[in-house]
T-cell receptor
Framework: EPEVTQTPSHQVTQMGQEVILRCVPI?????FYWYRQILGQKVEFLVS????????KSEIFDDQFSVERPDGSNFTLKIRSTKLEDSAMYFC???????????????FGDGTRLSIL | AQSVTQPDIHITVSEGASLELRCNYS??????LFWYVQSPGQGLQLLLK??????LVQGIKGFEAEFKRSQSSFNLRKPSVHWSDAAEYFC????????????FGSGTRLQVQP
């Protein structure tokens, strides 16, 4: 079964440094997402991306964050200047195009654990 | 805005026993509802979804869930739990109306005793 793959599985970064998290969505999917889960807290939506632009974002997704689809297969999340509170598990997801959120469910990767020191 | 409540943080059941994990949602219209499972070190795997039609939905791994509009609930059930079902379970709601963001509950950790 096709999978969403994320690299690296664990990223350790100094506070203030830029970090890029990488994802390869399922190949025929057209919607891409980032979520995060701070340790012990809920999974939270960050951003969705469709047709090379952000289609929806949460309050968490401020100017420090950006997303990009640099080529036909990768989808990246960049955090410009990391803070301690950015430490979390970051999940990438993708879904097919068309339809609604109900009949086009999101498929998640295994996540990247980001640790900010 | 929609919200999801999973009242049980941690549940322990014996292998072979039945299971019910509770999920309550808050949303003004008919929601899109999902259950995901997360095994240690793994991502979120979709167990089942509801968006219309029959209120009892079947999922993978022998799980089912029932949508009850009157109770704003979408509880997950399994008649006989296996040790491999030990994991964290998340209920999620999607608002629809062109929006695709999912709102997750805080999760229920399931432990299975031999």
């Amino acid at each position: 079964e096709p999978e969403v793959t994320q690299t690296p599985s664990h990223q350790v970064t100094q506070m203030g440094q830029e970090v890029i998290l990488r994802c390869v969505p399922i190949s025929n999917h057209l919607y891409f997402y980032w979520y995060r889960q701070i340790l012990g807290q809920k999974v939270e939506f960050l951003v969705s991306f469709y047709n090379n632009e952000i289609s929806e974002k949460s309050e968490i997704f401020d100017d420090q964050f950006s997303v990009e689809r640099p080529d036909g297969s990768n989808f990246t999340l960049k955090i410009r200047s990391t803070k301690l509170e950015d430490s979390a598990m970051y999940f990438c997801a993708s879904s097919e195009g068309g339809g609604t959120v109900g009949n086009q469910p999101q498929h998640f990767g295994d996540g990247t654990r980001l640790s900010i020191l | 805005a929609q919200s999801v409540t999973q009242p049980d943080i941690h549940i322990t059941v014996s292998e072979g026993a039945s299971l019910e994990l509770r999920c309550n949602y808050s949303y003004g219209a008919t929601p899109y509802l999902f259950w995901y499972v997360q095994s240690p070190g793994q991502g979120l795997q979709l167990l089942l979804k509801y968006f219309s039609g029959d209120t009892l939905v079947q999922g993978i791994k022998g799980f089912e869930a029932e949508f009850k509009r009157s109770q704003s609930s979408f509880n997950l059930r399994k008649p006989s739990v296996h040790w491999s079902d030990a994991a964290e379970y998340f209920c999620a709601v999607g608002a629809g109306k062109g929006r695709r963001a999912l709102t997750f509950g805080s999760g229920t950790r399931l432990q299975v005793q031999p």
